[in-house]
C-alpha cells in the first residue's frame, strides 16, 4: 500500500481537496501511517495559500470506517493504549487548529475515528445515501472513542443526544445526524462535491474564513432546563441507571465513557479534557471483554462470507426468489414474514383458513410494529405483505424455487407431506426442513431428490433470531447447501453449516446445561439463583429455567429424550424431567412453569419444589463458580466431541458464531470455545474428571478433550 | 376461419367473493382487491411470471391514490418491473373490454399471454367537493396576505360545503340525465314488463344462486379473502345471495326511482357491490408451449351503441352482431349469461330477442335474434344476486359461464351484458376438449 498515493492534498483557487483513497484496501481507515500522512498534509497545508478545505472520501460506500481494529485488538497495556490515542488526538487536533475552515463531505460509513475526524472540522455536509451512517460504535468494540469523541460530540449536539449516540455506540442515518445538529446539511451523493466546493467558494467569496466554533445552543425549554446544572445531573443519572441496568456490569466501556463525557463536559482546557478521555481509553483498551469483543466481531464478519465449501466445489448456487412455506404456526408464519420482508414471493400454506388467516395476521402484526416505530413506511408495508399470499391447497406450488415445512415435529408426518408436496413441485425446487429435533437425512428419503432436500433450522422469534442452522443430510449436495446459505444472507441472517446429527449444534450443545440445571435444582438450589448466576455472574440472556419456560417444558424433555437415546450416559436425563411434566407445566404457553406466567415472566413459582417433592432450596448449597461450571464445561466437553470427532461443522469458529447467535452466549466472552481457551483445556478436564467421580459418567471428559489437555491444546488458536 | 395456433384462449380465472357494498370487503381498496384475484390466478396456474407480456384491467372508478390500478395491481402481485399493465374504461363492460383488448393483441400476435380482469370497490366511491368549492380552496390557499385569505374565506356560502355523492353521479347518465334505474322503468314500460314478473325473476336469481353455493359449483372461481390487518374474517362465498329471500318479501319493497308509479325497486335491481375477477388469456400456441390447458376459446365478440335511455337492451344489439360475426345462430347456443342490472332489463331483452318486429326495426334483421331459453339463462344465478361490482363484473359472467360450459359440456356459450351510456356487449366462447 502506498501510503502517499492514499491521502492527496489538491489546492485550486484557494480550495484545498484532501481525498481519502486507500489504495488497495476496500476501505478507508486511521491506521497509524495513514494518520502520519494525514498529519503531514495537514502540515502542508497550514503552510499553504488555500483558504478553505474540503475532504472527501473516494471510496464509493465508505467515508472513514474507523481507525484501524487489528491495532486496538494489538494495544497490549494501559500505556500503548493511551500513547495510541494521544498521537491521534494530535492530528485530529491540527484540524481544529488550522487556521482556515474545513469541510467534510461525507458519503458512506463514518464511524469512530472517521466520525472524530469531523467532529473536528468546521462544517459537515453529508450525502443522504442509504450508505452514509455516522456516529460512534468504538463501546461495541468494548473501547469509548478516544481521538476526541467523548470530548467534541457533547459539544456539537448536546449531552443527551451526545450519550445516546455513544452509550449504545450507534449509527445514525444522514437525516437522523441532521436532526441532531451531527451534520449542517444533507444533499443528493451526485450533488455532494459540488456542494462542498460551491460553500467552499461561498465562504471565501464573503470572506468568512476564519474557523468557526460550532457549539451545542439548546432550543425550547424543556432542551435548557436539561442542559442546565442541575438538568445534567438528572441526564447522567438517568444514563447511569440505563447503562448499568443493559450491561449487568460485564461491559465496562459504556459506563467508562459516560464517566469520561461527566468529567469533562464543559470543561475549558481541551488538552486536560482529552488526557481524561486517553486515561479513560487506557482502562477499557486493554481489558479482556474488548480483546474479546473485537474477536466476536471478526468472527461475525467472517461468517457473513460464503463457507469455504462453496468456493471450493464451484457451485453456483441457486437464486431463490419465491417459496412455499408449509404450516402456519409461529415458525411457519415467523418464516414467511421474514421472507416476503426480503421481497421473495411467499405462499403460506396450512390445513384450513383459520390457521393460514392467523398465520397472515402475526406477519402483519411484525409489520404493523414497524410501521408504528417508523422502520418502515406505509408503501413498504403494503409491498411485503403482497409478497405473502395464503392458501389451504398447492395452488402456486408448481412455480416455487424452494419449499420450507415448518409443521408438527412427526417424522411419519413429516415424511408423509414431504412426498404429497413434492408432487406438486418442479424437479429442481429445494425442499428445507425446519425440524429442529428430528434426521434431516431420514426425512430425505421421503422425497425424490434427497439431494436438493436440506435442514433450514430458525430460532424463535425468527424476526429477530440471527442465526440459521443449515442442516446438511448425508445426500444434500453443496448446490443446494450454497443455495440456502446464500439465501440465509438474502434474509439478513446468518448461515452456519451444520451436519446432520442428533440435535444439531445450538441444541446440542445448550440441553447438556439446561439438564445439569435440573440436577442442581435436585440438589437444593433455588430455581432464581441458578438463573441468576448464569445472567447476572455469566452473561448468558436468560436463565436456564427461564428459557425451558420459554421454550415449553414438553419440548425439553422431548428433546432431552432425543439426545439421552443418541448420546447415553452423557446426556444423562435428571428425573425431575419427567416429574415436572406431571406436574402439567409446560412453562410460557399454559402460563405454568418454574415461573410464575402472567403474560410477562414473574416471580419464581414456589409450589413447584413442593410439586417436584423437593425441600425448600437452602440457597447457598452450591458455589457460583461451580454452578456456571458445571454447565458450560458440559457444553465445551460436548463441543469438543461434536468438533474434532465427528466433524459436524468445519471450525471452532462456527460453534463460538452459532452459540453467540443462536444461544446468546455473551459476546463479551468472545464466544464458547474461546472462553474455554481461557480457562484451558487441562483445567477444564481436571475439573470434569472431579465431577464424573463426585456426580456421575455425565461429567466425564470427552476423547478429542482429552487429547486437547494431553497436548495443551486450544479450540482457537 | 385462420390459423389455429392464434386461438385465443383463455386458461383459467378466479375472482374474489362478490360483497354487497358496506359488508365484508368495504375496507379493501379496489387496487388490493385486484391483486388478491391475480395473485390467486398466478397461483393457480402456477405460471411463470416472466411470460407474461401485459396486464389488462377494467375499472370505472379510477381511485385517486391509485392512478393506472391496473400497474398498482401488476405490482403487487409480483409480476416483474418489465411487464407493462393499463387500464380500460367501458363503464359496466369494463372487464369485459379487458378480455377483448386482450383478445386483439393475441388474435394479432403482438402478445400471447395476458391477464385480463377488472376490479371495483364501491364502498370507498368518495364524497366529493363541489367545483365551486374548489376554486374558492385554491384562491384561498394561494392568497398571499391574511387580508386576501380572508377575502377568499367571505365567498364561502354553507351550501358550497354540501358534498357532491360520486355513486349517485357515477350511477346517472350524463347525456340523458336519467338515473339507471329510470331506464329500468323505461324498458318496463315499454315491454309492458309488470312488477310481478320482475319480482319473480329476482327471487329466482336468488334461488339459483343459493341453489350453486350449496352445491359448491361456484367454489372453483372464488378465491378466499383474508381480510387484513386483523384477519379475523375469512370470506369464501358471495354475500349477496338470500336462501331466506321471498316474493313477499319482494312485493313488500316500494319503487326507488318512480316512487308512485314505479316497478323497480332495491330488490329487483343488483345491488352496489365490492369485487374482483381476472383470468389468464394466451394464444394456443403458447398455451401448448407452456403446457396450460385451455378452458375455452373466444369465438367472437361486439361492442354495439344505442340510446342511453334504452341501454339496458344493449345485450341484444351486440349479441346480433357477436353471433354474425361468429356464423352462428342463436339456437347454436347453450348456455347464456346475461347480466342482471335489473329484472326489468333482462325481461326486456329476453321479449326482444324473440321479437321479428324488434329485429326488424332495431336490428336491420330481417327475422328476430332467436329466444333465449330461461332454463339455460344465468343458471347459477345473477347480478340481482351476486351483485354487480361495476368494473369487474365483464369478467366474472365470462368465467362463470365459461366454468358451467365445462361442466355440462355444451359447446357454444354467450356472456352479454349491458353498458350505463347506451351500449350492449357480448362475447361467444366455445368449450375446450380436454
Known sequence: MSVQESIKLTIRDSIATIEFDLIGEKVNKLSTPIMARFSELLDELGRGTAQ?????????????????????????????CMAAVESGQQIINKIEDLDIPIIAAIHGACAGGGCELVLACDYRIASDDKSTRIGLPEVKLGVIPGFGGCVRLPRVVGLEAALDVILAGKLLPASKALKIGLVDEVVAPTLLEKRAHDFARSLIDSKRTQKRKKTYTPSGVVKSLLNSF???????????????????????????????????????????????????????????VSKNLIHVFYLLEGAKKPPPFVKSSGVEPVEIDSAGVLGAGTM?????????????????????????AKGLEAAQSIWANDLKKKRITSYELQRMSSNLTGGMDFNGFGRLKLVIEAIVED??????????????????????????????????????????FVGMHFFNPVSKMPLVEVIKGAQTSDATVAGIVQLCKKLGKTGVVVKDSPGFLVNRLLFPWLGECLFMLQEGMAIDKIDRIYTHDFGMPMGPFHLMDEVGIDVCAKVSKVFHQAFGERAAVCELQSKIIETGRLGKKNARGFYVWDKVRKQVDDSVYSDLGLSTPHLTSISNGEVTGRGIYRMINEAALALHEEKIVQSASDIDVAMILGAGFPPFRGGLLRYADSVGSVAIVDQLEMWASKYGARFTPTHPLRNMAKTQRCFTR | MGDAQRDVV???????????????????????????????????????????????????????????IARVIALNSAIPLSVPAFCVHRNCASALEAITSAYERIQSGSSNVLIAGGTENMSQLPLLFTQRFANLFGEFAFAKSLTLKLLALKKLRLSDLKPRISIMEGLRDPFSGLMMGDTAELLAREFNIDRNSQDQFALESHQKAVAAQKSGRLDPEIVPVFVAPRFEKIIQKDIGPREEQSIEALKKMKPYFDRRNGTVTVANSCPITDGAASVLMMSRRKAQDLGHKPLARIVSYAFRGLQPERMGLGPVFATAVALKKAHLPMSAIELVELNEAFASQVLACLKAFASDSFAQKELGLSTKVGEIDPKILNVNGGAIALGHPVGATGTRIVLTLAKEMKRRKIKYGLATLCIGGGQGGAIILENEEN
Open chain 2, 10 to 68: 383463455i386458461i383459467e380465472g378466479v375472482r374474489t367473493p362478490f360483497a354487497k357494498s358496506g359488508t365484508a370487503l368495504k375496507d379493501i381498496h379496489a387496487a388490493e382487491l385486484g391483486a388478491i384475484s391475480v395473485r390467486e390466478l398466478i397461483a393457480k396456474t402456477n405460471l411463470d411470471i416472466h411470460q407474461i407480456d401485459e396486464v389488462i384491467i377494467g375499472n370505472t372508478a379510477n381511485p385517486s391514490d391509485t392512478a393506472n
Open chain 1, 230 to 288: 442541575i438538568g445534567r445531573q438528572v441526564v447522567f443519572s438517568q444514563a447511569r441507571k440505563g447503562v448499568v441496568q443493559q450491561s449487568r456490569g460485564h461491559y465496562p466501556a459504556p459506563l467508562e465513557a459516560l464517566n469520561v463525557i461527566q468529567r469533562t463536559y464543559g470543561m475549558g482546557n481541551r488538552a486536560r479534557a482529552l488526557k481524561i478521555e486517553a486515561e479513560g481509553f487506557g482502562r477499557v483498551g486493554p481489558s479482556e
Open chain 1, 332 to 356: 411457519g408464519a415467523g418464516i414467511a414474514q421474514l421472507m416476503a420482508t426480503s421481497g421473495l414471493s411467499v405462499r403460506l400454506k396450512d390445513v384450513s383458513a383459520e390457521v393460514v
Open chain 1, 411 to 452: 417424522m411419519e408426518v413429516k415424511k408423509k407431506v414431504i412426498s404429497e408436496t413434492a408432487s406438486h413441485m418442479l424437479a429442481d425446487c429445494i425442499f428445507a426442513t425446519n425440524t429442529s429435533s428430528l434426521s434431516v437425512t431420514e426425512m430425505a428419503t421421503a422425497h425424490p431428490h434427497p439431494q436438493r
Open chain 1, 52 to 80: 478553505v478545505c474540503i475532504l472527501i472520501s473516494r471510496k464509493p460506500t465508505v467515508f472513514i470506517a474507523g481507525a484501524d481494529i487489528e491495532e486496538i485488538k494489538n494495544l497490549k497495556d494501559t500505556t500503548a
